[in-house]
């Protein structure tokens, strides 16, 4: 029904930088919640990033002051431009997307109060320090 497509994930150096994306087919993401999640290996997925429903951008701790999110709503299009990249942020980064039911059990990005059911294939993310 809706797709979230993840890409921009790659190897990278300690203190280097990625830019990821995720395009949401199917439907605006501007009406829905929409987040980066990211899962290191053999841990749960968290929420990283998203942007509130006035426009301001919330981080997790782990990650603020280091990544920005932003967004296109032509492209409907969500960023994530992540700098000072570290060993623990190597993981799997997912794009996250509430849009009813129908999808997947609903989890929380802990920075607003969606709830997400929806979401990418993930792009691999590598930080070698």
């Known amino acids: 029904q809706v797709q979230l497509v993840e890409s921009g994930g790659g190897s990278a150096q300690a203190g280097g930088s990625l830019n990821l994306s995720c395009a949401a087919f199917g439907y605006s993401y501007a009406s829905y919640c929409m987040a980066w999640f990211r899962q290191p290996p053999g841990k749960e997925r968290e929420g990283v990033a998203t942007i509130a429903s006035d426009g301001t951008p919330r981080y997790a701790d782990s990650v603020k002051g280091r990544f920005t999110a932003s967004q296109d709503n032509d492209k409907n299009t969500l960023y994530l431009q992540m700098n000072s990249l570290k060993a623990e942020d190597t993981a799997m980064y997912y794009c996250?997307?509430?849009?009813?039911?129908?999808?997947?059990?609903?989890?929380?990005?802990?920075?607003?109060?969606?709830?997400?059911?929806?979401w990418g294939q993930g792009t691999q993310v590598t930080v070698s320090s």
């Open positions: 996250g997307a509430d849009h009813g039911d129908g999808g997947g059990p609903p989890e929380f990005d802990g920075l607003t109060e969606c709830e997400y059911n929806y």
